[in-house]
């Protein structure tokens, strides 16, 4: 009876304890009804996370992220992650072991992030009942609101101290965290909390929770403080100053350093148009329409590069103010700056009338455009319209895209008139053939389908690269929630409308130099004087060449620290460095050795007939050192020529009667000096723009080689892609830069053969050596800069070495071309070579060739990498 009692007693009080303690069994073992991602089953997850910040060789510091999360096959999500990335099963599943979702940061797991770049989905792997994920992102902080890069939030405000918050997602809140480590580089830092358990190298931190969060508590609603991980670094001043770029005063400056450049290259060349102006003499129709244009251009290029840059200071200067615009300002204050710098380009042109009403048709149809988005259709209030309807969004969109297509298309039209105005006026293209004598016009009926083309090229390739951003931005949103559609349709529409301005500064802020050295090459063309020896001899001619020489050939100076502030400085590097290299190795050159006899400098004995007569003697001189060559390997007959003879008529060779007087003795050319060096010297034309024309036309074979690497190096190469397929001008920026830097090399090469006469060296490798100095010392300079602002530049040894490759082969052609009126005698060009350059087969200038391409490829290899910051879709303006 005692023991049934007993019994009895002990099944009542566990049944009671079985009671009590129900309520709180459920609640640690079930998830509860808001728990879509099933918490409890991955408490048996282990996640590693690391986070690092590459400051150094870059303008902007580089986050790199890695996350690993180790899932037990149990989790009911585990399977859905072995689905299609597009699936609606892996995007909830990835959610809850990526995305933190924090009311204090303000911060949803289904915003999209703009700021984080992957190469790829992450690695989903499975082994034995374990399935394991590893999550790559990286990003840039280049700007000083956050930056998210996977499970981290850099912030970098103007205080200098920068702070790298791990965000976790609530679903690892209860996991096992192997290790947390965190890199923020030199010089470490600052502050860490909680305290980190250990350390490796020389800046690393590193945690090792273990189990936190809800298997300690069940209920807690905050983050464990052990996976509360905040470390706050101060950075380098550099790396500190570029995260500053997207602040008024960083921006003014940016802005101050464009119109500087463009305003000392535009009061160069009104100062170059001014002393042309003062020439005696009356100019021609075409001298004066020409020189009109370069003064007319300069003093227009000034409002232009302000249109095109100035649209950034005026919305930061706005949202700092607390005046956001909304859409209908915005596309006034987009579409106002464009049509603005049509109206300049066109009125500089002065078309004929058909290509006015095109114009005025083109622009018709955008005004129609934006009346309709005022009046008819309403277009989103703010980049996101989540929580909103909005049914004619689908045709404000087509609206929006029609209207900034053909304000493009206008744009682009104007772009063309301007440059077939440079070209016509300064005779720079062939006269028509319908109409011999007249200047060729620009038909409407090819050029309209043309800038279509263009313009649809540029349209399809911003459709790919926003739907590619957005796809990266958005890639965890739910595609089947309705608002994702909205979304997206009103990103696509707020991009449309700004991509008209970024058009705009791509075409004039990073390419109008195109136009403006047409304008002085125009110049160059009509005001050319036929008796000068070079154009420095002309005070006028040297300082457009001078002028000329940065604008076209010198390095696209990066904007060390994200800003534009110090590029003009190198206006007047490149300008004395092409003056000093020419007036203190003039001496040097072979037409300023002198005359035996009289003691002028033979560059007094130029012009057609002296270069005739000299080409006459090179030939004879070839052909008796051949004889003397032969008769030492005695390869005569049985009556060889006397090496006296022979050695006679050298001397004779060296007797010049162009500009001796009647009566008198014959000049004599300096014995250091040789005929052949002294046709060479004279190029192979008669006067300094001819050989301009020669050396730009032989520099595009080598320079269309140089221009592929240049290009891939920039674009292509390593990260490069990465911004070119995310760049919404990617592709078209790829073309732009390719005939840029062919534009380039042609424009190295007119400058070789302008100053052909006055360069020293005796064969056109030697003469190849000053310009490409020229070339070369501010771009080192520029590199120095860089290393003292710890910014990459391994891109300029190769942008050094390819000037050089390419400023030789233009001059070893420019010599060859020289004795063209032999080249029906020889087999090959090879063979005219040798003769010319009195070799056999290889000589140190062959090597040396040779020793250019071998170290063009060895940089190429080894040291070429782009500096690059894809520039993705505007970071979307806050609603609220």
Not at 108 to 114: F, I, L, M, N, T
Not at 735 to 743: G, L
Request: hydrophobic share 45%; with cysteine.
């Amino acid at each position: 009876m005692k023991s049934r009692v007993v019994a009895w007693v002990a099944s009542a009080t566990m049944c009671l304890l079985y009671v009590l303690a129900a309520p709180t069994v459920a609640q640690a073992a079930e998830p509860s009804a808001n728990d879509e991602c099933h918490s409890t089953g991955l408490v048996k997850a282990e996640v590693s996370t690391s986070v690092r910040l590459e400051h150094d060789n870059r303008t902007y510091t580089k986050v790199v992220s890695e996350l690993t999360v180790d899932i037990p096959a149990t989790w009911l999500l585990a399977r859905d992650l072995l689905l299609s990335e597009d699936s609606r099963p892996y995007i909830s599943a990835m959610v809850c072991l990526s995305r933190s979702e924090s009311q204090e940061l303000g911060y949803e797991a289904d915003d999209e992030r703009w700021s984080e770049w992957r190469t790829g989905h992450p690695v989903v792997t499975t082994k034995g009942s374990r399935v394991k994920v590893v999550y790559k992102a990286y990003g840039w902080v280049d700007h000083s609101s956050y930056t998210d890069v996977g499970m981290w939030r850099i912030q970098a405000p103007t205080t200098g101290e920068w702070s790298l918050q791990l965000m976790v997602p609530n679903a690892l809140w209860g996991a096992w965290w192997n290790e947390i480590t965190v890199d923020p580089g030199p010089p470490g830092a600052q502050r860490a909390e909680p305290e980190p358990r250990t350390g490796d190298g020389a800046t690393t931190l590193v945690w090792r929770p273990g189990w936190v969060g809800k298997t300690k508590n069940p209920t807690a609603t905050q983050i464990p403080e052990e996976l509360a991980v905040t470390v706050t670094t101060r950075p380098s001043w550099q790396r500190s100053w570029a995260a500053r770029g997207d602040h008024l005063a960083a921006m003014h400056l940016d802005l101050l350093g464009s119109m500087l450049w463009v305003g000392t290259m535009s009061a160069l060349l009104v100062t170059a148009a001014r002393r042309y102006r003062d020439r005696s003499g009356a100019p021609t129709d075409v001298q004066r329409r020409s020189l009109g244009n370069l003064r007319r251009w300069a003093l227009l290029a000034v409002p232009l590069y302000l249109l095109a840059h100035v649209e950034g200071v005026i919305e930061q200067y706005l949202q700092r103010s607390g005046a956001w615009l909304n859409f209908d300002q915005q596309l006034v204050l987009e579409h106002g700056l464009v049509l603005g710098s049509v109206v300049i380009l066109l009125d500089f042109a002065r078309p004929q009338r058909r290509i006015r009403w095109a114009a005025v048709a083109l622009s018709l149809v955008t005004l129609t455009a934006v009346v309709l988005l005022w009046k008819v259709v309403e277009p989103p209030a703010s980049y996101s319209v989540s929580g909103k309807e909005y049914g004619a969004l689908e045709i404000g969109l087509a609206v929006q895209v029609t209207g900034s297509f053909f304000l493009v298309t206008l744009f682009l039209f104007a772009v063309i008139a301007a440059a077939w105005r440079l070209a016509t006026d300064g005779q720079l293209l062939p006269q028509s053939r319908r109409y011999p004598g007249r200047d060729r016009e620009l038909r409407l009926r090819m050029v309209l389908p043309a800038v279509l083309a263009a313009t649809a090229s540029v349209a399809a390739w911003f459709a790919m690269a926003e739907e590619r951003n957005w796809q990266r931005a958005s890639w965890l949103n739910n595609p089947v929630d309705p608002e994702y559609g909205a979304d997206h349709r009103s990103d696509f529409f707020w991009e449309a409308m700004w991509s008209v301005s970024r058009v705009d500064s791509w075409i004039i802020g990073s390419h109008g130099w195109l136009l403006t050295g047409l304008a002085a090459a125009a110049v160059f063309r009509t005001w050319r004087d036929s008796a000068s020896l070079s154009p420095l001899e002309d005070p006028a001619a040297r300082l457009l060449l001078l002028a000329f020489f940065p604008l076209t050939i010198g390095l696209d100076v990066q904007n060390h620290l994200g800003s534009a502030l110090l590029e003009f400085l190198w206006i007047p590097l490149y300008m004395l460095a092409l003056y000093g290299v020419t007036a203190l190795l003039t001496h040097r050159s072979v037409l300023a050795h002198p005359f035996e006899v009289s003691g002028r400098p033979l560059a007094t004995a130029v012009g057609p007939g002296a270069r005739a007569k000299l080409l006459a003697k090179a030939r004879s001189y070839r052909e008796i050192h051949a004889e003397l060559r032969r008769l030492d390997q005695g390869l005569f007959g049985d009556v060889p020529p006397e090496r006296a003879t022979l050695e006679g008529r050298l001397e004779d060779l060296h007797d010049w009667t162009v500009i001796s007087v009647p009566g008198a003795a014959p000049e004599r050319l300096p014995s250091t000096v040789s005929v052949v060096d002294a046709a060479l010297a004279l190029g192979p034309r008669d006067d300094w723009w001819g050989n301009g024309v020669r050396g730009a036309r032989f520099a595009l074979l080598p320079g269309l080689v140089a221009a592929v690497l240049n290009t891939w190096a920039d674009w292509i190469r390593g990260e490069g892609w990465q911004n070119t397929l995310a760049n919404q001008l990617g592709l078209p920026g790829v073309t732009a830069t390719f005939v840029s830097w062919m534009a380039t090399f042609a424009a190295a090469g007119f400058v070789l053969g302008a100053l052909w006469r006055v360069l020293p060296g005796r064969r056109g490798a030697g003469k190849a050596i000053p310009v490409a100095g020229a070339f070369a010392v501010p771009a080192a300079l520029d590199g120095l800069v860089g290393w003292f602002t710890r910014e990459g530049a391994t891109n300029l040894a190769l942008q050094i070495s390819t000037m050089l490759f390419v400023l030789t082969v233009t001059a070893i052609a420019l010599d060859l071309n020289t004795f063209r009126s032999e080249r029906r005698y020889w087999q090959s060009r090879l063979g005219l070579l040798l003769s010319i350059y009195q070799m056999r087969y290889y000589s140190l200038q062959v090597a040396y060739l040779i020793g250019q391409v071998i170290a063009i490829i060895t940089i190429w290899q080894f040291f070429a990498e782009p500096d690059v910051v894809p520039s993705p879709s505007e970071e979307p303006p806050d609603p609220d």
